[in-house]
């Protein structure tokens, strides 16, 4: 089936140790998305590729950035995480204006 | 670690019964709502969706209601099932031309048999 994928489903970093949390989709939608989700709270937009445009949100700190290599693929990378990246972070993909498809979330602990 | 997060505001029903899960949306100017299922562990879910030239639209077993004058959105579920616990979240478009969402506080909802 399409879908949006996401990997690795769990991931364990330690305190400034960069990482990369990838993210698929077989809708070939336009517009891929990354949002941080910690516990108990809405999912936070962080910024978006509309094609291979790059929207970042105003308050994403510059420890965010990401990569959309090509259509199916959209990377997020966490230069330095600190103890307050611990989160859950999201991949959605739309063809807008239609609604957004969310993957199942990556869980990022950070030692 | 994570920053211990809030407390979400539940709803309660017995199966069987009717849920009405309602949300207050910020911007005058958004002109597309959704709401979205997530479960424990899990990425969120459409659910359904509306835009703000109608005033209701009803799927299965779901029905959403638009309030554009005060600014609110409500789901209602219909005979709710156990399946369906899991925190709600409604979303606004604010973003126009990139469907950009802001989510709103979420409520979680909990089926007792």
């Known amino acids: 089936d399409a879908m949006v994928i996401q990997n690795p489903r769990y991931q364990v970093t330690q305190f400034g140790k960069p990482v990369t949390l990838s993210c698929s989709q077989t809708?070939?939608?336009?517009?891929m998305y990354w949002y941080q989700q910690k516990s108990s709270q809405a999912p936070k937009l962080l910024f978006h590729?509309?094609?291979?445009?790059?929207?970042n949100e105003a308050d994403t700190p510059d420890n965010f950035q990401s990569r959309r290599p090509n259509t199916s693929f959209c990377f997020l990378d966490i230069r330095s995480p600190g103890l307050g990246d611990a989160a859950m972070y999201l991949c959605?993909?739309?063809?807008?204006?239609?609604?957004?498809?969310f993957g199942p979330g990556t869980r990022l602990t950070v030692l | 670690g994570e920053s211990v997060g809030l407390h979400l505001p539940t709803l309660s029903v017995q199966e069987g019964d009717n849920s009405i899960i309602n949300c207050a949306y910020s911007n005058s100017a958004s002109d597309y709502f959704i709401w979205y299922k997530q479960e424990s562990g899990k990425g969120p879910q459409f659910i359904i969706d509306i835009r703000s030239n109608m005033d209701k639209r009803q799927g299965q077993r779901v029905t959403v209601l638009l309030n554009k004058t005060v600014k609110h959105l409500s789901l209602q579920i219909a005979a709710t099932q156990p399946g369906d616990s899991a925190v709600y979240f409604c979303a606004e478009n604010y973003g126009g031309a990139t469907n950009k969402l802001i989510f709103g506080t979420g409520t979680l909802l909990a089926v007792q048999p």
């Open positions: 959605a993909t739309s063809r807008v204006p239609d609604e957004q498809f």
């Open positions: 809708l070939n939608h336009n517009v």
């Open positions: 590729y509309y094609d291979k445009d790059f929207n």
